[in-house]
């Protein structure tokens, strides 16, 4: 039974090229069936002219071939790029341009470049070519599968490597084509390879001080990252920690219901954090030098926040143990550990980044945000919680500002880890170690050396 359906299937796909000779039936199916029902482009007409450039397009090349294959589309011709852009928009000119249509474009260069069977077959501008014709149409999921760039571009004489190491080559150089979902497409947003490219070129020379310079930019990012993170998730598990223990050892459960402990979130989650994530290196360039990725994101940022999130928990148990042991009621000794958990993280965002303005009005803002909530009797009853007056404001207060400042000084005395991810030692060396194997540097605190 499956040979006979394999069997009728291959009929029918040989019934379809012998009718549709000398054209492919996927560059047919393209043209009638996706591009055919797009709104600005015309099924029979717009097929015909578009059939009748590329088959002009072939004989000006002298290009020989079996049949027409997607591939073999020459976007280059002024006819084909007007039928493109009447329904694809004039957005997708930047892409053309740069990847495919111009003899400098990436993919003729690519072509150039490996010259021989590729080269003759123009290979990398056919592929960029399928992807691109394959990236338009009514389907949700757009762009060419794997199998589609191979049919978009195979004939007899190519080997299925050759296609696939080109088409990869693709995947890492062209400007607007990604990879998404397992289909190739074209987009006019440029990828990575473009901006990866534009920073590359952004050094213009070979002198240390700039390639420093860009180093210590880039591990800026890190630092910055690190910090962000650490506030954002020491945070979280401060409230996870305070609500569950809390939850445990007290009768009535934990003081912060489900909508406060997402005012707490709505409050350092969003603007504070993502503003910490983004400001400008506030360290020297000596400390920067020790950043990175290893020393960044490792041991020193799972330290950072278990510190941070112990911190918040204890700011939020001392303000809810403050207002109690002062009288205060059990619904407003809740509000004033709120007050101690959100103060707590703010605080700790704004010492980190108080010379960033942006990191200071988020931090300043969500603060008066939360006075608004808790001082305006219908929202804050809304939230579970009460109107505070200057003790319990005063106690709340307090215990954040205990949390803040002691989370500088606990970073600096306790001991850091120097061990990276996988327990890579960062080495402390003598800086004028001369390099030679037979005469090891000897150790030298505070001197540390990738």
Do not use: C
């Not at 399928?130 to 999921?141: A, N």
């Amino acid at each position: 039974m499956r040979a006979n359906g394999l069997f009728r299937l291959l009929t029918s796909y040989r019934e379809r090229m012998a009718t549709g000779f000398p054209f492919h039936p996927e560059l047919v199916d393209i043209l009638t069936n996706r591009w055919g029902s797009l709104s600005g482009f015309q099924r029979t007409r717009g097929a015909l002219r578009t059939l009748a450039h590329t088959v002009k397009a072939l004989a000006q090349r002298h290009q020989k071939a079996l049949l027409i294959h997607p591939g073999d589309v020459a976007l280059a011709d002024p006819g084909i790029r007007g039928e493109v852009i009447r329904f694809a928009g004039e957005s997708f000119k930047a892409a053309l341009n740069a990847d495919i249509i111009r003899p400098d474009s990436i993919a003729p260069t690519e072509d150039k470049r490996r010259g021989g069977i590729v080269e003759a077959n123009g290979l990398a501008t056919g592929l960029a070519t399928t992807s691109f014709l394959d990236s338009f149409g009514p389907d949700k999921v757009l762009g060419a599968s794997a199998a589609q760039m191979l049919i978009g571009v195979g004939r007899p004489g190519l080997s299925r490597g050759v296609i696939e190491d080109v088409r990869d080559s693709l995947e890492s150089s062209l400007w607007y084509m990604r990879l998404d979902g397992g289909r190739y497409r074209f987009t006019t947003e440029p990828n990575l390879n473009k901006v990866i490219l534009e920073r590359e070129s952004a050094i213009t020379d070979d002198r240390i001080e700039t390639i420093i310079d860009a180093i210590a930019e880039g591990r800026a990012i890190w630092a910055s990252v690190r910090d962000a993170i650490a506030v954002l998730v020491g945070g979280n598990l401060g409230e996870i920690a305070f609500t569950v223990g809390t939850g445990l050892l007290l009768r009535r459960g934990s003081p912060l219901n489900a909508r406060q402990l997402l005012l707490v979130n709505l409050l350092t989650d969003m603007l504070p954090a993502m503003a910490l994530a983004v400001q400008p290196g506030r360290v020297t360039p000596e400390s920067l030098l020790r950043e990175g990725p290893d020393v960044s994101l490792g041991q020193p940022l799972t330290r950072d926040i278990l510190l941070r999130g112990g911190l918040t928990a204890g700011a939020g148990m001392g303000a809810w143990l403050g207002g109690r042991m002062t009288g205060i009621t059990a619904d407003r000794a809740g509000t004033i550990a709120l007050v101690g958990i959100v103060g707590a993280q703010l605080g700790q965002t704004l010492l980190i980044g108080w010379r960033s303005p942006l990191v200071a009005a988020a931090s300043l803002g969500s603060a008066a945000a939360l006075a608004t909530v808790t001082q305006t009797p219908g929202v804050s009853r809304l939230f579970g919680g009460r109107p505070l007056g200057p003790v319990g404001w005063g106690i709340g207060l307090g215990a954040a500002a205990a949390a803040s400042v002691a989370a500088p000084l606990a970073s600096r005395l306790l001991p850091q880890s120097l061990a990276g991810p996988g327990g890579a030692q960062v080495r402390r060396t003598d800086p004028s170690w001369d390099g030679r194997p037979g005469n090891p540097p000897k150790p030298v605190p505070g001197t540390i050396t990738p």
